[in-house]
């Protein structure tokens, strides 16, 4: 390779540099090529530079956008730019990329936020998320009591169809789940209580933990990753096509239309899964009893049923209602406001089950904190 | 401009932004009844953001849209909801509703907004498929078809209600030159036929010759109209080079002819 830098003295006494070079691109030595017109142009010397480039043998895409870079910057260093040895095509799709001038404020350039600044949008994020919810969930309640004083037209079919698709389908897994999560209660507090000689109590401690907490969580947690990515997914997609619009402009309320069907569907099939959960995870307890720790199922039996009372099943299945809403509401808002991409139906339902998730939780110990105060 | 008698659709004064991003501002002119009025201008101009604020999707910035004499967004609810009941809309996608076959997606409104029975409901909707050239095709779902038959069925949707006005969202837009003509007939088929007022809002040249009564066009620099009028009488007489470039498709009025 060779780069040959050769400053001449004008007619008017300024410096003119010629700047020769046979590798560009992706050649060795292309980057000391283009790093040394940079600096010859930025330089206080010249005040034009010619490059001559007849020295290079092959012409390709990467070779002439090296030129176009090295003729920009020279350019924006404020020289003048003369190139020789060009091939006539290369020239033209050098002139024709040069032709149309960059358009102004189009190029984007990475902004760094400043930490606080970051912190700030964040939280002002937060709020406007919030007052988004209140918004979602007040039209919701609205449509809600229309729809139950039989004033909005609600798509009864759909409901069947939604309570379908997260009833009925969804059992198997709830069933491996809550078993599996009977059966690992059940051992880890065998383990415990053995130390006691009280390993009846394993009866208690798995009827009391799944009727209160996990059978409700646990259905929660996957209707949020099975039928809340469901609804933002059919939504978002549906917002995509313009279907929403469609519907509004014929004058559907899409909250009567899409949004009340599956959040009453929810409503009404989460309680009975978690109730589900609840009796099977209680059977896996008694799996584990009878198998591991030599407790008669009678025994196990008996024993559930002096601990377990109706008010914890009772507190378990109003616990999954509200869980069904949350559900419900996260999955339909975030498909109602999902962009118009593909892309944005992802983020759609990636925001639709962490929000679903998040909510579960933080509302089951909301419940928590009441059932302390309340001595339930 | 709303002292015209025969205006059907006024704008006025509209200005179109989205968050603080403006789209265009100040447009007003007017679409008289019976009209094919065709919104025209360069890709992101903000065409389909106008036909939004017209069927009410969109909420203007500041200004009206009359509908006769009455502003859209100053009426109340139930007025809102009978002019969207006077309206069609061609979605540029054909928006067809894909959970529900082709006549369920034309019966919907009917059922919505009529007391006919199921059978009635039933015979419209053949009808109105067969109309655009869709017979037989009543039980099959949106995805089954290929994108001009949802196009055209969307069409028989929107003409569900047998609506005053019609409003196209680029109908020519991934259909090839023959299908695109052929829905250009269709378009002044219906026109003549119904007397209703149809609003397109295109770039395709030959369909805005070919049907275009009367036109305004939208610049994306100045983000406003930059001209109204009739399509061949604004290629003749116009003077903005902008409008002779679109029209003539970059040519020049010299080039052209």
């Keep these: 390779m060779r780069i040959l830098v050769q400053t001449t003295c004008l007619a008017n006494g300024e410096l003119s540099a010629l700047i020769a070079a046979d590798a560009?691109?992706?050649?060795p030595g292309a980057i000391e090529s283009e790093a040394a017109a940079r600096l010859v142009a930025a330089g206080p010397l010249a005040s034009s530079v010619e490059l001559d480039l007849s020295g290079v043998s092959e012409w390709d895409s990467a070779s002439i956008s090296w030129v176009f870079r090295v003729q920009r910057a020279i350019q924006a260093a404020g020289r003048s730019c003369r190139i020789g040895g060009l091939p006539n095509d290369a020239?033209?799709?050098?002139?024709?990329?040069?032709?149309?001038?960059?358009?102004?404020?189009?190029?984007?350039?990475?902004?760094?936020?400043?930490?606080?600044?970051?912190?700030?949008?964040?939280?002002?994020?937060l709020w406007s998320d919030l007052l988004e919810w209140c918004d979602f969930v007040g039209e919701l309640l609205v449509s809600l009591s229309r729809a139950l004083r039989g004033k909005a037209r609600i798509p009864v079919r759909d409901i069947w169809v939604t309570m379908e698709e997260?009833?009925?389908?969804?059992?198997?897994?709830?069933?491996?789940?809550?078993?599996?999560?009977?059966?690992?209660?059940?051992?880890?507090?065998?383990?415990?209580?053995?130390?006691?000689?009280?390993?009846?109590?394993?009866?208690?401690?798995?009827?009391?933990?799944?009727?209160?907490?996990?059978?409700g969580i646990m259905a929660g947690i996957?209707?949020?990753?099975?039928?809340?990515?469901?609804?933002?997914?059919?939504?978002?997609?549906?917002?995509?096509?313009?279907?929403?619009?469609?519907?509004?402009?014929?004058?559907?309320?899409?909250?009567?239309?899409?949004?009340?069907?599956?959040?009453?569907?929810l409503i009404v099939m989460m309680p009975l899964l978690a109730v589900y959960a609840d009796v099977l995870g209680m059977l896996g307890g008694a799996l584990i009893s009878s198998f591991a720790l030599d407790i008669s199922?009678?025994?196990?039996?008996?024993?559930?049923?002096?601990?377990?009372?109706?008010?914890?099943?009772?507190?378990?299945?109003?616990?999954?209602?509200?869980?069904?809403?949350?559900?419900?509401?996260?999955?339909?808002?975030?498909?109602?406001?999902?962009?118009?991409?593909?892309?944005?139906?992802?983020?759609?339902?990636?925001?639709?089950?962490?929000?679903?998730?998040?909510?579960?939780?933080?509302?089951?110990?909301?419940?928590?904190?009441?059932?302390?105060?309340?001595?339930? | 401009m709303g002292a015209d008698p025969e205006a059907h659709i006024v704008?006025?004064?509209?200005?179109?932004?989205?968050?603080?991003?403006?789209?265009?501002?100040?447009?007003?002119?007017s679409i008289r009844r019976g009209d094919i009025f065709i919104i025209m201008g360069g890709s992101g101009c903000g065409k389909s953001t106008l036909l939004k604020h017209l069927i009410g999707l969109n909420r203007p910035f500041a200004g009206r849209v009359l509908y006769g004499r009455q502003s859209f967004w100053d009426a109340s609810l139930g007025e809102r909801e009978a002019l969207l009941r006077g309206m069609g809309i061609l979605y540029q996608k054909g928006a067809l509703w894909t959970s529900m076959t082709l006549a369920e997606n034309v019966s919907m409104p009917i059922r919505q907004y009529t007391k006919r029975s199921e059978a009635e409901i039933r015979d419209i909707a053949e009808y109105k498929l067969a109309l655009v050239g869709l017979a037989?095709?009543?039980?099959y779902y949106p995805s089954e078809i290929s994108g001009g038959m949802q196009k055209r069925a969307g069409l028989a949707r929107a003409m569900a209600l047998d609506p005053e006005v019609l409003f196209f969202d680029e109908p020519s837009a991934g259909?090839?030159?023959?299908?695109?003509?052929?829905?250009?007939?269709?378009?002044?088929?219906?026109?003549?036929?119904?007397?209703?007022?149809?609003?397109?809002?295109?770039?395709?040249?030959?369909?805005?010759?070919?049907?275009?009564?009367?036109?305004v066009f939208l610049d994306a620099d100045t983000k406003t109209m930059i001209a109204f009028g009739p399509p061949k009488e604004l290629l003749e007489s116009s003077t903005d080079p902008k409008v002779i470039e679109f029209l003539t498709r970059g040519v020049g009025r010299n080039g052209a002819a």
Excluded: W
């Design chain 1, 24 to 27: 560009v691109a992706a050649q």
């Design chain 2, 136 to 139: 037989g095709f009543e039980e």
């Design chain 1, 166 to 215: 997260c009833g009925p389908s969804a059992l198997p897994i709830v069933t491996l789940i809550s078993v599996l999560v009977g059966v690992i209660l059940g051992f880890i507090g065998a383990q415990q209580l053995r130390q006691f000689g009280a390993e009846i109590y394993v009866a208690n401690l798995v009827g009391i933990a799944m009727c209160r907490e996990m059978g």
């Design chain 1, 222 to 265: 996957i209707m949020a990753g099975r039928t809340g990515a469901a609804f933002a997914a059919q939504l978002g997609t549906m917002q995509v096509n313009e279907e929403i619009d469609a519907l509004k402009t014929f004058g559907f309320s899409p909250m009567e239309y899409l949004v009340v069907p599956r959040v009453m569907a």
């Design chain 1, 91 to 125: 020239a033209g799709l050098l002139e024709l990329a040069g032709s149309v001038p960059e358009r102004k404020g189009a190029r984007r350039s990475e902004v760094s936020v400043p930490l606080l600044e970051g912190i700030g949008q964040q939280a002002v994020q």
């Design chain 2, 175 to 215: 259909l090839d030159p023959v299908s695109s003509k052929l829905l250009d007939d269709l378009i002044l088929e219906l026109n003549e036929s119904l007397g209703a007022t149809i609003v397109v809002v295109t770039h395709e040249l030959p369909s805005i010759f070919a049907i275009g009564k009367n036109s």
């Design chain 1, 297 to 376: 199922l009678l025994r196990y039996f008996e024993q559930l049923t002096s601990a377990v009372f109706l008010k914890d099943v009772a507190l378990g299945v109003a616990k999954s209602c509200v869980f069904g809403i949350l559900i419900a509401v996260s999955g339909c808002l975030y498909g109602m406001r999902c962009g118009r991409s593909a892309s944005a139906v992802g983020i759609a339902v990636t925001s639709a089950v962490v929000a679903g998730i998040v909510a579960i939780v933080v509302s089951d110990a909301v419940f928590a904190v009441m059932c302390e105060v309340l001595k339930i």
């Design chain 2, 11 to 29: 704008v006025d004064g509209l200005t179109m932004k989205y968050g603080d991003f403006l789209i265009q501002r100040d447009l007003s002119f």
